[in-house]
C-alpha cells in the first residue's frame, strides 16, 4: 500500500453489495475538521498473471457514501500493475455522490511486451474546507470485485485478502 493519513482502510463485514454477503473493503476519511483528506490503495497479487494481449473483463460493485461537509473531491479507481511497475487505470469514478451500491464493469487487453501480476483498489477523498455544523465521515467501498480471463478462470478477490 501506499501513506495513509487522516484516516483508516478495514473490512466491513456488516455491508455487501447485491449478491454478497462476505463484507466489502472501505476506505473511510477521519470524521472530525474541515479540510481533511484520506488517499492510497490496497494491492492484491494475482495468482496467475495476464500475458500481453490477453482480454479482460473486471465486474465489481462500488458505493460512496458522503459525510458533511460534502467531500469536494472523491476518486476511486482500479488499478493493474505490471511487473515492470507500469500501471494501468482501466476503470475511474470522480464523481462526488452518494451512489449506494453501484455495479460497474471495465473490458481491457494487456498491451505487447507487458505481464501484469497486480490489482489494486485506488481511493481518495477530500472533505471540504468550509462547511456548517460537525463533520462527519465520507467513505468509499468497494465489493464483489471478479477478474475474468481468457482462460475462462474467474476470481473474486476477497476483501480480506486486499485489507493489511
Do not use: H
Amino acid at each position: 500500500g501506499s501513506p495513509l493519513t487522516q484516516g483508516s482502510v478495514s473490512f466491513d463485514s456488516t455491508n455487501n453489495a447485491t449478491g454478497s454477503s462476505g463484507g466489502a473493503f472501505r476506505a473511510v476519511v477521519i470524521a472530525g475538521n474541515n479540510g481533511e483528506q484520506f488517499g492510497g490503495y490496497r494491492q492484491f497479487t494475482l495468482s496467475s498473471p495476464l500475458a500481453a494481449g490477453d482480454n479482460i473483463t473486471l465486474n465489481f460493485w462500488y458505493e460512496k457514501i458522503r459525510g458533511r461537509p460534502t467531500p469536494n473531491n472523491m476518486m476511486m479507481a482500479i488499478d493493474l500493475v505490471a511487473s515492470d511497475n507500469t500501471v494501468y487505470r482501466p476503470w475511474s469514478n470522480c464523481t462526488v455522490g452518494n451512489t449506494a451500491w453501484t455495479s460497474a464493469s471495465a473490458a481491457w487487453t494487456v498491451p505487447a511486451g507487458k505481464t501484469i501480476d497486480r490489482i489494486r483498489l485506488g481511493y481518495y477523498i477530500r472533505n471540504a474546507n468550509r462547511g456548517r455544523g460537525g463533520v462527519t465521515a465520507s467513505a468509499e467501498i468497494f465489493d464483489q470485485i471478479v477478474l475474468t480471463t481468457p482462460s475462462g478462470s474467474t476470481g473474486v478477490l476477497s476483501q480480506q485478502e486486499v485489507v493489511p
